[in-house]
């Protein structure tokens, strides 16, 4: 089945500690996006990349950072420089000239 | 910056009532989507409307769109419990980039 994988579903980080989130789709999507969820906040997008070898910022991408190696794959690091990162992750890829969004089931981060 | 805010932040309905809920935005779209997010899971799409176009129906989802108020609805007719969940506007502006509300929390009283 096509679709878009996240991993791991929970993830615990000490203080100081840089975490990696994993995110691939087998859905042969060109853009890839990268959302943060707090409580009542809605999604803000962390980054996007719309081509392999190539991403953007986006709205909140302080404390973070992605790579783009291959078209399946857009892993999102959350650097120690990211003073709050408590919070829902969520991936989410679009196919060429569409727009409906296909997400995966998220990786909820929790600083301990 | 979120583009869609939608109206009401939380809504509580009987089973077999209409559930309708609002989302207003800023710039100019092409189109505005809606999805839903069961607690604690991924978003899921349910329907996307044209800049274009002003109603659309899918199953028991009715969608509207008035640009010139820059404002969509999402009726959800004779909801269900399983309905529950929150639902989210996406509006997009041709860089396809969805840009998301804060959501409308549904919850289905059986």
């Known amino acids: 089945d096509g679709g878009i994988t996240q991993s791991p579903k929970y993830l615990f980080r000490k203080e100081g500690q840089n975490v990696t989130l994993s995110c691939e789709q087998n859905l042969n999507h060109d853009a890839m996006y990268w959302y943060r969820q707090d409580p009542g906040q809605g999604l803000r997008l962390i980054y996007y990349s719309q081509i392999v070898n190539d991403f953007q910022k986006g709205d909140i991408a302080e404390g973070y950072s992605v790579s783009r190696e291959k078209k399946e794959s857009f892993p999102l690091t959350v650097t120690s420089a990211q003073k709050n990162p408590t919070a829902f992750y969520l991936c989410?890829?679009?196919?060429?000239?569409?727009?409906?969004?296909?997400f995966g089931q998220g990786t909820r981060l929790t600083v301990v | 910056s979120q583009q869609g805010e939608e109206d009401p932040q939380a809504l509580s309905i009987q089973e077999g009532e209409n559930a309708t809920m609002n989302c207003s935005y800023k710039t100019s779209i092409n189109n505005l989507q809606w999805y839903r997010q069961n607690s604690g899971r991924g978003l899921v799409h349910l329907i996307l409307?044209?800049?274009?176009?002003r109603e659309k129906h899918s199953g028991r989802l009715r969608v509207t769109l008035d640009t010139s108020k820059k404002s969509s609805s999402l009726l959800i007719t004779a909801s269900r419990a399983a309905d529950t969940a929150s639902y989210f506007c996406?509006?997009?502006?041709?860089?396809?980039?969805?840009?998301f509300g804060r959501g409308t929390s549904l919850i289905v009283h059986p």
């Open positions: 996406a509006t997009e502006g041709g860089s396809y980039i969805p840009t």
């Open positions: 409307i044209r800049s274009n176009e």
């Open positions: 989410a890829s679009i196919g060429f000239l569409n727009t409906e969004a296909f």
